[in-house]
């Protein structure tokens, strides 16, 4: 069904590092009613029905690029990101990763990227880092001078040299990731595939991940494509944000234009002299919050520039500031209103196995 | 092949660091493993107290039995050493998505899957039953010949072979069903077939199992023909074995890669 787009790899030098065209995976999930009755019943006869995981998607990446996969749990995102580096085909669709096709999993693609997933542990659990460091070594074909460079170099960055001849099951969450990102960089890859690299983490590793991998994106010119549910990962680290929904791409674009397309409203707080009389406020904007003489805001965008002077006018304000709604908040009610796609197309087909 | 043989020493040798980190386990593996072996051996001797060959002008005396048990014993330790591991470990990793990291390194997966893990204490059983082959030819009034010692390991090779597709074919299953717990216990119950000389298989209902399980499934020759080849003369009948032998093994390596390729390309992965 799927078309492998076979046809030798295309150079990639002036090229899209990744280029997708209307990329689809179908997956087929039986449906399986409860009680022992149905299970029995369920051995000779089962109903099935397709569900689209990625729906005819469209993308390019620049060489050198960090983007951010961003929706909610299965938007297909994922799925997604195991097209790209060739664990799954595609059900229709073509994609080009460096100029090969993915899913045909050539040995000279796959010694270019690296994929990071962070709730999968890919290091020898018994053993310490460095017996898997060895073995990447020897699977990547890297050279001993290359090899211990890097490796100094990536150890010093994410300052885990004690760590490293510990067994990896004594590691905590945070050490672990940072020696998964040790491995998957020891190859310098030129594409990177980071699947939620900071799920679980404090906000202390969480922010030397981010630096981390900050620098080893501007030095290497590494392109990055990052799934995560953290809006803090995408602030820091990316300047792309595509969207995806229901599989399908709602927004493909830089992070700022997120702000600017998909919200009205600004936030603004009023440290005032003394607490407002109630209703006071609100011919300014929709109060969000009341405490004490501290007022939170919410004022339409296109009004902002008069409502403040008059603000500052009318009411004895010690101290101000208008921000955006917080990212978190505009891509929840972004996933919220994302449509849902027709389920015309998801007839339930009756299965014997 | 010098990388692929590298990486297999760096498999081989973070398997044994980490055997040497649970010494303890490591050592009850070997006593479990040769503690079943020795009651098998002694369930054997018990037999040959009540009868002075297997089957009926078959040539499996005693000590020819013997070579024959010692040729499993050798066979099976290199495979449960060598493959069954990383074959029981691979529905594991089916069902929890750890074969994506597998199918992204630049790496035959078929050889990542079947020889990342190497189980030293199953070599216990191979040097017994490589002590308890000298054993009994030494006792035979027949001697093997010099060709017949030189087939011997080509064939031993040849049945490990062919056990070591049937894993495969086994593990294309689990990655095609997403779950297959009862590998193991699939592959034990095939392989007790192997067990025994062909020749028990007789008669309205050994003959057609010996077909299948020399034709089909050719598990018969895995321990069969390299045991004959040591332990009785060389004959026509042998020299067809033989012949029968690397076909075998040639065909199941062909067919159990072909089986193994399809069903990767239909690998669904599992959810994060």
Same mark, same amino acid.
């Given at each position: 069904m799927h078309n492998s787009n076979r046809g030798g790899p295309v150079d990639p030098d002036d090229a899209a590092v990744i280029s997708v065209d209307s990329l689809a995976k179908e997956y087929r999930v039986y449906d399986k009613p409860e009680g022992l009755l149905a299970s029995v019943t369920g051995l000779f006869h089962r109903t099935s029905r397709p569900v689209e995981a990625l729906r005819g998607v469209n993308l390019s990446v620049g060489k050198g690029e960090f983007v951010a996969l961003l929706g909610p749990n299965g938007a297909g995102k994922t799925t997604f990101l195991k097209l790209l580096s060739g664990i799954i085909t595609p059900s229709r669709g073509t994609a080009h990763v460096l100029g090969h096709v993915p899913w045909e999993r050539d040995d000279d693609f796959r010694r270019r990227f690296a994929l990071v997933m962070g709730q999968r542990n890919q290091l020898w659990w018994d053993l310490p880092a460095a017996e898997s460091f060895r073995l990447h070594k020897e699977i990547y074909r890297i050279d001993s001078a290359r090899f211990e460079r890097t490796r100094d170099e990536l150890v010093d960055l994410l300052d885990v040299r004690r760590l490293m001849l510990q067994p990896v099951r004594e590691l905590s969450l945070g050490e672990r990731m940072k020696l998964e990102l040790v491995a998957a960089l020891l190859h310098e890859p030129e594409v990177l595939f980071l699947d939620e690299p900071t799920i679980g983490l404090d906000v202390v590793a969480q922010h030397t991940i981010h630096n981390f991998l900050k620098t080893v994106q501007a030095e290497r010119r590494v392109t990055v494509v990052l799934t995560t549910h953290y809006m803090k990962d995408v602030a820091a680290l990316c300047e792309r944000v595509v969207v995806i929904t229901h599989g399908s791409i709602l927004h493909d674009g830089p992070l700022e234009e997120i702000v600017d397309r998909f919200t009205t409203h600004k936030i603004v707080t009023l440290d005032l002299d003394a607490t407002p009389a109630p209703g006071q406020m609100e011919r300014f904007g929709f109060p969000c919050e009341i405490r004490g003489p501290r007022v939170t805001l919410r004022i339409d965008r296109t009004r902002i520039a008069d409502v403040l002077p008059e603000i500052l006018r009318s009411e004895s304000v010690r101290d101000f500031s208008v921000e955006d709604v917080p990212l978190e908040e505009i891509v929840a009610e972004l996933f919220r209103a994302a449509p849902v796609p027709s389920v015309s197309h998801a007839s339930v087909v009756e299965a014997t196995a | 092949m010098n990388r692929y043989l590298s990486i297999f020493l760096t498999f081989a040798r973070a398997c044994l660091v980490r055997d040497m980190t649970f010494r303890a386990n490591f050592l009850l593996e070997c006593v479990t493993s040769l503690g079943w072996m020795s009651m098998n051996l002694a369930f054997y001797v018990l037999i040959f107290t009540f009868t002075s060959e297997i089957g009926k002008n078959t040539g499996w005396s005693k000590e020819p039995f013997f070579a024959f048990v010692a040729t499993g014993l050798i066979i099976n330790s290199i495979v449960q050493a060598l493959f069954m591991p990383s074959a029981e470990e691979l529905t594991e990793m089916v069902r929890t998505g750890g074969l994506d990291a597998v199918l992204v390194q630049p790496l035959d997966a078929q050889f990542m899957l079947s020889m990342h893990r190497v189980d030293f204490s199953s070599f216990a059983n191979g040097l017994v039953g490589v002590g308890l082959l000298g054993w009994a030819v030494s006792r035979m009034d027949y001697q093997p010949s010099p060709v017949a010692w030189l087939l011997y390991p080509l064939l031993i090779l040849c049945g490990v072979a062919i056990l070591y597709s049937l894993i495969i074919m086994l593990a294309a299953a689990t990655i095609l069903l997403g779950r297959n717990q009862s590998l193991y216990d699939f592959w034990f119950y095939l392989t007790n077939f192997s067990r $025994?000389?062909?020749?028990? $298989?007789?008669?309205p209902w050994g003959g057609p199992i010996r077909m299948l399980c020399t034709f089909v499934i050719p598990i018969l020759l895995v321990v069969n023909v390299p045991a004959r080849v040591i332990a009785m003369p060389l004959s026509g009948e042998s020299w067809g074995l033989i012949a029968a032998a690397l076909i075998a093994a040639a065909a199941s390596l062909l067919i159990s890669r072909l089986v193994f390729q399809a069903a990767l390309a239909k690998y669904r992965s599992a959810s994060s």
């Amino acid at each position: 069904m799927h078309n492998s787009n076979r046809g030798g790899p295309v150079d990639p030098d002036d090229a899209a590092v990744i280029s997708v065209d209307s990329l689809a995976k179908e997956y087929r999930v039986y449906d399986k009613p409860e009680g022992l009755l149905a299970s029995v019943t369920g051995l000779f006869h089962r109903t099935s029905r397709p569900v689209e995981a990625l729906r005819g998607v469209n993308l390019s990446v620049g060489k050198g690029e960090f983007v951010a996969l961003l929706g909610p749990n299965g938007a297909g995102k994922t799925t997604f990101l195991k097209l790209l580096s060739g664990i799954i085909t595609p059900s229709r669709g073509t994609a080009h990763v460096l100029g090969h096709v993915p899913w045909e999993r050539d040995d000279d693609f796959r010694r270019r990227f690296a994929l990071v997933m962070g709730q999968r542990n890919q290091l020898w659990w018994d053993l310490p880092a460095a017996e898997s460091f060895r073995l990447h070594k020897e699977i990547y074909r890297i050279d001993s001078a290359r090899f211990e460079r890097t490796r100094d170099e990536l150890v010093d960055l994410l300052d885990v040299r004690r760590l490293m001849l510990q067994p990896v099951r004594e590691l905590s969450l945070g050490e672990r990731m940072k020696l998964e990102l040790v491995a998957a960089l020891l190859h310098e890859p030129e594409v990177l595939f980071l699947d939620e690299p900071t799920i679980g983490l404090d906000v202390v590793a969480q922010h030397t991940i981010h630096n981390f991998l900050k620098t080893v994106q501007a030095e290497r010119r590494v392109t990055v494509v990052l799934t995560t549910h953290y809006m803090k990962d995408v602030a820091a680290l990316c300047e792309r944000v595509v969207v995806i929904t229901h599989g399908s791409i709602l927004h493909d674009g830089p992070l700022e234009e997120i702000v600017d397309r998909f919200t009205t409203h600004k936030i603004v707080t009023l440290d005032l002299d003394a607490t407002p009389a109630p209703g006071q406020m609100e011919r300014f904007g929709f109060p969000c919050e009341i405490r004490g003489p501290r007022v939170t805001l919410r004022i339409d965008r296109t009004r902002i520039a008069d409502v403040l002077p008059e603000i500052l006018r009318s009411e004895s304000v010690r101290d101000f500031s208008v921000e955006d709604v917080p990212l978190e908040e505009i891509v929840a009610e972004l996933f919220r209103a994302a449509p849902v796609p027709s389920v015309s197309h998801a007839s339930v087909v009756e299965a014997t196995a | 092949m010098n990388r692929y043989l590298s990486i297999f020493l760096t498999f081989a040798r973070a398997c044994l660091v980490r055997d040497m980190t649970f010494r303890a386990n490591f050592l009850l593996e070997c006593v479990t493993s040769l503690g079943w072996m020795s009651m098998n051996l002694a369930f054997y001797v018990l037999i040959f107290t009540f009868t002075s060959e297997i089957g009926k002008n078959t040539g499996w005396s005693k000590e020819p039995f013997f070579a024959f048990v010692a040729t499993g014993l050798i066979i099976n330790s290199i495979v449960q050493a060598l493959f069954m591991p990383s074959a029981e470990e691979l529905t594991e990793m089916v069902r929890t998505g750890g074969l994506d990291a597998v199918l992204v390194q630049p790496l035959d997966a078929q050889f990542m899957l079947s020889m990342h893990r190497v189980d030293f204490s199953s070599f216990a059983n191979g040097l017994v039953g490589v002590g308890l082959l000298g054993w009994a030819v030494s006792r035979m009034d027949y001697q093997p010949s010099p060709v017949a010692w030189l087939l011997y390991p080509l064939l031993i090779l040849c049945g490990v072979a062919i056990l070591y597709s049937l894993i495969i074919m086994l593990a294309a299953a689990t990655i095609l069903l997403g779950r297959n717990q009862s590998l193991y216990d699939f592959w034990f119950y095939l392989t007790n077939f192997s067990r $025994y000389p062909a020749e028990i $298989y007789s008669g309205p209902w050994g003959g057609p199992i010996r077909m299948l399980c020399t034709f089909v499934i050719p598990i018969l020759l895995v321990v069969n023909v390299p045991a004959r080849v040591i332990a009785m003369p060389l004959s026509g009948e042998s020299w067809g074995l033989i012949a029968a032998a690397l076909i075998a093994a040639a065909a199941s390596l062909l067919i159990s890669r072909l089986v193994f390729q399809a069903a990767l390309a239909k690998y669904r992965s599992a959810s994060s």
